[in-house]
């Protein structure tokens, strides 16, 4: 974090980094340290991911670390895509109605949106 506080970090090169060190797939940790110093990307969760109709690569999977790394960017996609929408815009103008000027990204606050949305 410290090596990139100052830049802008990717989830493929931080997520490659912890799995070169540390011998794990650690995808949400990955998103979550990447978001931390740019708030205008998603993070990975499971709930997240099931709220976009998304499925993590099996932990079999021999080509798992370059599917993770796909899905992550066909996660960044549906985030534009969705706040480019009309229900993207509604979540956004609702948020903002609730926690006027709260000073945080449309990212995060589809993030909080879609992290909140469970059954």
Do not use: C, H
């Amino acid at each position: 974090m410290e090596e990139n506080k100052n830049g802008t970090p990717s989830f493929e090169k931080t997520f490659r980094y912890i799995y070169e060190e540390l011998e794990r797939v650690e995808a949400s940790f990955s998103s979550k340290l990447v978001a931390t110093i740019n708030p205008d990307l998603p993070i990975w969760d499971t709930v997240v991911l099931k709220n976009l109709d998304k499925k993590p690569p099996a932990y079999y999977k021999k080509n798992r670390l370059e599917e993770t790394i796909l899905l992550y960017e066909d996660i960044k996609n549906e985030y534009k895509k969705i706040l480019a929408e009309e229900t993207g815009k509604l979540i956004i103008q609702l948020f903002d109605q609730e926690y006027p000027n709260s000073g945080i990204t449309n990212i995060k606050k589809a993030d909080f949106v879609f992290w909140q949305t469970r059954e």
